[in-house]
């Protein structure tokens, strides 16, 4: 079965951008880029929204790109389009032999597949930049379905890689 991961960076007051045409590649840390790069190219797709594909100056080289859109096409080589159901959608990349996917944004793409229960990992950094206001990382239950396996800095500016997995199900007991 397919694995899926979510990797986002946030703002330490919790934001992964602005507004909608922030694009957080202008304000990670080089850290948070390399990481981003190593396991998305691991992975080999990446799933991302449309809104948050059109930040980005080109499609995501040495990965398939897959842009959730109800209307729009996208032309080029590594790039298609969806409007499939998570689930359906991780299905069939299992059947092309994905053994990963990396869900890469926006808010409503992360929600949405969190909201589906197909998650397994979260890689999240966390910048120490403050936006104020913006649009959340979607944290209303990470609490409870995930545990946080790792907390690390990585540089001396105070960023921080934060590993989360999906908490198993408790095991039902035998009367």
């Known amino acids: 079965m397919i694995s899926t991961f979510i990797i986002a960076a946030t703002s330490k007051d919790g934001f992964i951008a602005k507004d909608a045409d922030h694009n957080s590649f202008k304000w990670t840390s080089e850290e948070d880029h390399k990481r981003f790069v190593e396991l998305t190219k691991r992975a080999g797709v990446v799933i991302v929204g449309s809104k948050t594909f059109k930040t980005f100056k080109n499609p995501l080289k040495d990965r398939v790109n897959i842009v959730y859109s109800r209307s729009q096409k996208f032309n080029a080589s ?71 396996v790792s907390e690390k800095p990585v540089n001396d500016k105070g960023t921080i890689f934060r590993e989360y997995v999906r908490k198993t199900a408790p095991a039902l007991k035998k009367s």
């Open 78 to 148: 590594n790039v298609t389009s969806t409007s499939d159901n998570p689930g359906v959608l991780l299905n069939k990349l299992d059947a092309l032999g994905f053994k990963e996917a990396a869900v890469i944004g926006g808010a409503e793409i992360y929600r949405m597949f969190l909201d589906k229960d197909v998650v397994d990992r979260i890689y999240l950094t966390i910048e120490p930049v403050e936006f104020g206001s913006g649009i959340r990382f979607h944290t209303g239950y990470l609490d409870s379905r995930f545990d946080i």
